[in-house]
């Protein structure tokens, strides 16, 4: 997911990393809250705080935290780590905005497999009831989750459909084609009076040849030999 963050943060999200707490910046959710390094990484090199700060990552005492937390880290709106919370958050997010005739925008980036849970979809017809037109959804849909693949643990097909038919308008992209996601943020709102859903297709792992598409690395942490690999696979991409 961190070429849809690279693209938010570079061109979409307004924000202040000088003024953190400014209150006309947009909002951003990361619903799972277990990709809080790649979160972390950006807000660093967007100046939220220094570069230095993230070798403290998931360390003992860091404010760091292995899920996304915003105690003590400007530029993190919400913790999150419990899925199928984020998009809930976001809708009243959204709402709050409207009610008080306010310009900001809500974006939350989903993973494919929390949205399994029910509490999502509650929130999607919520979201299309009140016309949310100021709040978007990016999912990273990599189609592995946990233990399997999305489709052998709960298919989500007619995945764009189901979303299409909770009132949501739906784009899909490549979501490590940087154009393509610039570009398509860019029509937000893409309907006015409709919520937003980006479908971005993504390979879990992507850049190291041998994390690509394997489900053992949503748990393991390359080590030794494994990370100079993946590190110079990184550094020639």
Known sequence: MV?????????????DSQRPDWEERDRFILSKGHGGAGVYAVL????????????S???????????????????????????????????????AAKLDD???RIFVVLSDGECDEGSNWEAAL????????????????????????VKETLNLEPFKEKWESFGWNVKEVDGHNHDQLKSV????????????CVLAHTIKGKGVSFMENKVLWHYRTARDEEYEAALKELEQA
């Open 126 to 149: 919520f979201a299309s009831h009140h016309r949310l037109d100021n709040l978007t959804i990016v999912i990273d849909y990599n189609k592995i989750q946990s233990l399997t693949t």
């Open 3 to 15: 070429d849809i963050l690279a693209v938010l943060y570079a061109y979409i999200l307004k924000y």
């Open 44 to 55: 660093a090199e967007c100046g939220f705080f220094p570069i230095t700060k993230l070798d």
């Open 102 to 104: 306010l310009k900001r």
């Open 185 to 196: 943020f860019e029509e937000i709102p893409f309907q006015n009076g409709r919520p937003n």
């Open 57 to 95: 990552h998931y360390q003992d005492g860091s404010d760091l935290s292995g899920h996304v937390s915003h105690k003590g880290i400007p530029g993190v709106d919400i913790s999150t780590g419990s899925l199928g919370h984020g998009l809930p958050i976001g809708a009243g997010m959204a709402l």
